[in-house]
């Protein structure tokens, strides 16, 4: 499986944004990049995924870099509710489709 | 969006036996079910993979006769949980999806075998 490396913890504050980084310098073609999040005591939520182009939606934004090699999930306006870890996956939507999840960023937001 | 419910959300059982635990997909007929188990303060490890009237895909490490997964229709999955030793204790997630889209995840099954 594929691998992604994140930083292990960042801190934001209130209704700022923040860029989540994470890299993936071994992904393949079939490999999309699949953002979730899990807020303590719960199963994973989905956040936003994509294959080459930037992707929106209404929860997060995200920017792929054009080797394909790292990309970056954004949340415009950090809420204290984003409070989370986040995990970046790569999904061989080819394959097994499995994802198998690495260590993730715990996001602390500040009031 | 999508709903995937877990039953029950946490059980305790004594030491030697079986625990079941319940996956449903509510809204969705998922065409995959995926098992994982999660420790404090760390990251959810998968367990098997699941298709509807076939086997389950066991991951490296993990004991097929001892975790149990029944896969009888498109919108439910089963994990049982064999003899269950104080070790096993754990959180349990599963999580659906259709082939082509995002899996969605239930709200875990908290397990402590005492």
């Known amino acids: 499986d594929a691998k992604t490396t994140q930083p292990n913890s960042m801190e934001s504050n209130e209704e700022e944004p923040v860029h989540l980084p994470c890299n993936h310098s071994?992904?393949?073609?079939?490999?999309?990049i699949h953002w979730y999040r899990q807020l303590p005591s719960q199963g994973p939520e989905y956040v936003i995924h994509g294959l080459t182009s930037n992707v929106n939606n209404r929860m997060a934004s995200l920017a792929i870099a054009e080797d394909r090699k790292s990309s970056t999930l954004i949340l415009h306006r950090a809420t204290l509710r984003d409070a989370a870890v986040y995990y970046c996956?790569?999904?061989?939507?080819?394959?097994?489709?499995?994802?198998?999840f690495g260590k993730g960023t715990k996001l602390t937001v500040n009031p | 969006g999508a709903v995937v419910s877990q039953h029950p959300s946490w059980v305790i059982c004594k030491s030697g036996t079986s625990v079941k635990i319940e996956c449903r997909s509510l809204d969705f007929q998922a065409t995959t079910m995926f098992w994982y188990r999660q420790f404090p303060k760390q990251s959810l490890m998968l367990m098997a993979t699941?298709?509807?009237?076939?086997?389950?895909?066991?991951e490296q490490g993990v004991e097929k006769d001892k975790f149990l997964i029944n896969h009888a229709s498109l919108t439910l999955s089963t994990l049982t949980v064999t003899s269950a030793h104080p070790e096993d204790s754990s959180f349990y997630i599963c999580s659906a999806g259709r082939t082509n889209s995002p899996l969605h995840f239930g709200n875990g099954t908290r397990l402590t075998v005492t």
């Open positions: 071994t992904i393949s073609g079939t490999d999309y």
């Open positions: 699941s298709n509807e009237g076939s086997k389950a895909t066991y």
């Open positions: 996956i790569l999904r061989d939507m080819g394959g097994s489709e499995k994802l198998v």
